[in-house]
């Protein structure tokens, strides 16, 4: 067991507005299994970065390990995958590594195939296996869940679960419930860390927040009654030194000296009063520094003049020769909300780019009802770039409305003048996800949506749908989220 001491640590991107990191402090023991959880754009991985040392910044950071960070950055991805292991690891023993695969339920044929061949799943579950192969280090895990199915994230947790000596970034709830021991966050004003599991953190932070949403209702009314009176020890401060002038009709002459010196009492006492609101605002401030915002959202789905908007009745969807899926049969009505499961390369995405319009290759029978207007969310988020005004105008949607939606999802004014490309992979989702909740439309698909995206928005995004009760399908890897918020399960 060692140490990772962070003290005073403070760190801002050249050319950037604010620091993301101001004179931090905190330990990590080696032996954790530490969950790393905060919104998008916080600076988790910017924090692992640190770790690596490839930014400068001030404070001190001190670690007797070695770091390593996962993903690894494979360049040539034709190679055959025992050869980037190789290049990754040169000292690796064969039969290590034929034990972590079989943990992973990995065959050794992949080995022998090119990296680019496999499944995004099998090649996390090979890096990983990888990963753990380097004894004596502090490993940093960055979001090993995007990419994989179901099956494979419970797969990969329980696989976490048995290690420790690692920092797991991730926004699935379940998959860090099951391997955790400790968990470090990144709140709006500092970094904590707590011992447990994913839920035993969110039940401490909703205590805590209601803790401070109760001491906010206190401060509110104090300040409101003090402001009140203020303005009364105003008004009569002001009303006894008109007295030193007596009244037009007023036969005696009032004593100046007497009025002055009661009027400067008054004045006294409500600058005394001010002086108290503004020390009760203070306070009020700093007890709601870690108060985060998840403001409701609100999506506006168009009717549709039938019950029915699609139904597909034993569809196959061909490339070429190969067939990528089969007996596909269901229906889509008003008020669905459809969770699309199955593996990775089972035909998801077939089916929705089918249901979407795409000139995809098919048989059985597709209906779709006329005028049918979809809005749909990629996985892809690679074409983003360029100003969200910008992006508003050419898609159509209200920019004002659309930035609204961006706020309640924790961007920061800061972040609208920014280049899209230079956003995280989470902001960018959450651009799609606005975008999708400004557009007009009968039916929403969503593919994959909350990659990325950090938990709280996750729980605005539930709490929208399940409030709502808008036409969707979507898939998603999220189990919590799929049980949550799916009225009919397709599995393929």
């Not at 609204?404 to 959450?430: C, H, N, P, T, Y």
Request: charged residues 30%; hydrophobic residues 35%.
């Amino acid at each position: 067991m060692s140490l990772i001491s962070v003290k005073n640590l403070t760190f801002s991107y050249d050319g950037s507005y604010d620091n993301v990191f101001e004179n931090v402090s905190f330990q990590i023991d080696t032996d954790w299994k530490l969950g790393f959880t905060g919104r998008n754009g916080r600076g988790k991985t910017t924090f692992l970065n640190l770790l690596l040392g490839k930014y400068e910044y001030s404070g001190t950071i001190a670690a007797n390990v070695n770091f390593e960070y996962f993903p690894f950055n494979v360049q040539n991805k034709e190679y055959n995958t025992l050869d980037i292991i190789s290049d990754i690891f040169p000292h690796y023993l064969h039969w290590e590594l034929m034990r972590e695969l079989s943990f992973l339920e990995v065959s050794e044929d992949v080995l022998y195939r090119p990296f680019d061949s496999l499944s995004y799943g099998e090649q996390t579950k090979v890096l990983l296996a990888t990963l753990f192969l380097k004894e004596n280090s502090f490993l940093l895990i960055d979001e090993p869940t995007n990419h994989l199915d179901m099956k494979a994230r419970k797969l990969v947790s329980n696989y976490l679960n048995t290690k420790r000596g690692f920092i797991l970034v991730s926004h699935d709830r379940s998959f860090l419930d099951n391997c955790v021991d400790h968990l470090l966050s990144i709140n709006k004003t500092n970094i904590e860390i707590q011992k447990g599991n994913f839920s035993d953190w969110w039940e401490n932070k909703k205590r805590q927040d209601a803790f401070e949403l109760a001491e906010n209702e206190k401060l509110i009314k104090d300040i409101k009654r003090l402001s009140n009176s203020a303005k009364r020890t105003s008004g009569w401060s002001h009303e006894v030194e008109k007295t030193k002038y007596g009244t037009r009709n007023s036969g005696s002459k009032p004593d100046k000296g007497y009025v002055g010196h009661k009027a400067a009492k008054m004045m006294k006492r409500s600058k005394s009063i001010e002086k108290r609101q503004q020390s009760a605002v203070d306070e009020k401030s700093k007890l709601l520094k870690n108060l985060e915002r998840s403001d409701s959202l609100k999506i506006s789905q168009l009717d549709y003049h039938r019950t029915r908007l699609a139904e597909l009745e034993n569809v196959a969807i061909f490339y070429g020769e190969k067939m990528v899926c089969k007996d596909i049969s269901f229906t889509i009505d008003q008020g669905d909300r459809i969770a699309l499961l199955g593996k990775n390369g089972s035909g998801k995405s077939s089916i929705i780019k089918l249901i979407c319009g795409e000139d995809i290759d098919y048989t059985g029978a597709f209906r779709k009802g006329s005028q049918l207007k979809i809005s749909y969310v990629s996985q892809d988020t690679s074409h983003l770039q360029g100003n969200l005004t910008d992006y508003a105008a050419h898609n159509g949607i209200d920019e004002s409305l659309f930035k609204s939606i961006l706020r309640k999802l924790d961007f920061s004014r800061v972040q609208f003048e920014k280049d899209m490309a230079a956003f995280s992979g989470g902001q960018k989702k959450k651009v799609l996800i606005a975008k999708s909740l400004c557009e007009k439309a009968h039916l929403h698909i969503w593919d994959e949506p909350l990659n990325f995206i950090d938990v709280i928005s996750r729980m605005q995004i539930e709490e929208l749908l399940l409030e709502y009760s808008p036409t969707i399908l979507f898939v998603e890897h999220d189990s919590e989220f799929c049980k949550n918020i799916a009225t009919k399960i397709i599995e393929l």
